[in-house]
């Protein structure tokens, strides 16, 4: 073997004093450690993990805002409404929106798993926007007793807005602790 491989001259890396911002300690050594990429690329990745999935809970929060008031709308509109050209667009908004707070829970639970805290809220609001729909269908064939029956389906969709919002608060709790870095599970 070639001795001169073996001695072959030890690289050296340039020395740096660096601050750091986070506690304000200097670092004396080499400019880049392997294990530092390692952090940056860890620390990076759990940055755009918490980007995603607050992006995620802001999204479910607005959606859910937004129903919660067509929820409340439609439950109290019956008598007041004009039409039932405009109860139905009522109703079929809250449809809507339920279907759009279902995607933004998949995304939740896509970045949470099977544990995502969205889950009992979307569900509540399902049964919400459920309890008003079925006599909107009989009035507008021309059911009179499906107007009679409105008020407990109204009733019963306000208890479960009730619920919903309840439910809401949990999630909400949970939604802070996992975002905040803790575990959530209160």
């Given at each position: 073997?070639?001795?001169?491989?073996?001695?072959?001259?030890?690289?050296?890396?340039?020395?740096?004093?660096?601050?750091?911002?986070?506690?304000?300690s200097t670092?004396?050594?080499?400019?880049?450690?392997?294990?530092?990429?390692?952090q940056l690329?860890?620390?990076?990745?759990?940055?755009?993990?918490?980007?995603?999935?607050?992006?995620?809970?802001?999204?479910?929060?607005?959606?859910?805002?937004?129903?919660?008031?067509?929820?409340?709308?439609?439950?109290?509109?019956?008598?007041?409404?004009?039409?039932?050209?405009?109860?139905?667009?009522?109703?079929?908004?809250?449809?809507?929106?339920?279907?759009?707070?279902?995607?933004?829970?998949?995304?939740?639970?896509?970045?949470?798993?099977?544990?995502?805290?969205?889950?009992?809220?979307?569900?509540?609001?399902?049964?919400?926007?459920?309890?008003?729909?079925?006599?909107?269908?009989?009035?507008?064939?021309?059911?009179?007793?499906?107007?009679?029956?409105?008020?407990?389906?109204?009733?019963?969709?306000?208890?479960?807005?009730?619920?919903?919002?309840?439910?809401?608060?949990?999630?909400?709790?949970?939604?802070?602790?996992?975002?905040?870095?803790?575990?959530?599970?209160?």
């Amino acid at each position: 073997m070639d001795s001169s491989r073996r001695e072959q001259p030890s690289v050296q890396h340039a020395t740096v004093d660096v601050a750091n911002g986070l506690d304000n300690s200097t670092v004396h050594g080499p400019v880049v450690q392997a294990r530092d990429i390692q952090q940056l690329r860890i620390t990076a990745s759990t940055t755009a993990l918490l980007s995603e999935r607050y992006q995620a809970y802001e999204g479910f929060c607005i959606v859910w805002e937004e129903l919660q008031g067509q929820i409340l709308r439609v439950a109290t509109s019956l008598w007041t409404v004009r039409s039932f050209d405009e109860y139905r667009d009522m109703v079929y908004r809250s449809e809507s929106l339920c279907r759009d707070l279902e995607l933004r829970h998949r995304r939740i639970s896509l970045l949470d798993g099977g544990d995502a805290p969205s889950l009992p809220v979307l569900e509540a609001a399902k049964q919400a926007v459920q309890a008003v729909g079925p006599h909107m269908y009989a009035w507008g064939r021309g059911n009179d007793e499906a107007v009679s029956n409105a008020a407990a389906r109204n009733f019963a969709s306000l208890m479960r807005l009730n619920d919903a919002e309840a439910v809401f608060e949990s999630f909400m709790q949970r939604a802070s602790g996992r975002l905040g870095g803790g575990s959530g599970n209160g």
